[in-house]
Antibody, heavy 120, light 111 residues
Framework: EVQLVESGGGLVQPGGSLRLSCAASGFTFSSYWMSWVRQAPGKGLEWVANIKQDGSEKYYVDSVKGRFTISRDNAKNSLYLQMNSLRAEDTAVYYC?????????????WGQGTLVTVSS | QSALTQPRSVSGSPGQSVTISCTGTSSDVGGYNYVSWYQQHPGKAPKLMIYDVSKRPSGVPDRFSGSKSGNTASLTISGLQAEDEADYYCCSYAGSYPPYVFGTGTKVTVL
């Protein structure tokens, strides 16, 4: 059974940092592109970043470029999101999601999400 | 990239059909056959219901179907059931980065 379990969320002050983790199991993690998708309270979904199977390609939404870094450790079946210089508008539930294997045209599995609250 | 446009809400009685539209541009919905739909119950993670416009993942009831015409994609739920009450989001591959753009979301209410 495919499972994605996020952790690392919490309350942080503006300008602070957090590192989110996503533990994957039930599939060959190293074979898939992985993404982070976020959802602000009461709002819709927003793609944040993704990373290629071997970590050689990484892409970000403009609003987080230069502040967030996506990474992965295939030996540990884990995905990470290092978030620096956090702003109030980064407050959201952050989901890790697996991209479809062949086409990468959708997200077929999602974690339960971890809440990040940026507030003083 | 702007969010894809969905109606805020749709409703129907049990057994009826409802259709949710998702309007984008030729750079996303109209440019690729890579539209997906997600169901999200309150406090839960999104669940993939439709991918590549009209394909259903294993385990998704065939009451859910997808289609696309031009820059607008649609999700139809036939034989509406109480458990279908949820938020639904469309998503399209958009080529350039960001590669994915989501819709604004639609709340489906079963009367």
């Amino acid at each position: 059974e495919v499972q994605l379990v996020e952790s690392g969320g919490g309350l942080v002050q503006p300008g602070g940092s957090l590192r989110l983790s996503c533990a994957a199991s039930g599939f060959t993690f190293s074979s898939y592109w992985m993404s982070w998708v976020r959802q602000a309270p009461g709002k819709g979904l927003e793609w944040v970043a993704n990373i290629k199977q071997d970590g050689s390609e990484k892409y970000y939404v403009d609003s987080v470029k230069g502040r967030f870094t996506i990474s992965r450790d295939n030996a540990k079946n884990s995905l990470y999101l290092q978030m620096n210089s956090l702003r109030a508008e980064d407050t959201a539930v952050y989901y890790c999601a697996r991209e479809l294997y062949r086409t990468r045209s959708a997200f077929d599995y999602w974690g339960q999400g971890t809440l990040v609250t940026v507030s003083s | 990239q702007s969010a894809l446009t969905q109606p805020r809400s749709v409703s129907g009685s049990p057994g009826q059909s409802v259709t949710i539209s998702c309007t984008g541009t030729s750079s996303d919905v109209g440019g690729y056959n890579y539209v997906s739909w997600y169901q999200q119950h309150p406090g839960k993670a999104p669940k993939l219901m439709i991918y590549d416009v009209s394909k259903r993942p294993s385990g998704v009831p065939d009451r859910f179907s997808g289609s696309k015409s031009g820059n607008t994609a649609s999700l139809t739920i036939s034989g509406l059931q109480a458990e279908d009450e949820a938020d639904y989001y469309c998503c399209s591959y958009a080529g350039s980065y960001p590669p994915y753009v989501f819709g604004t979301g639609t709340k489906v209410t079963v009367l």
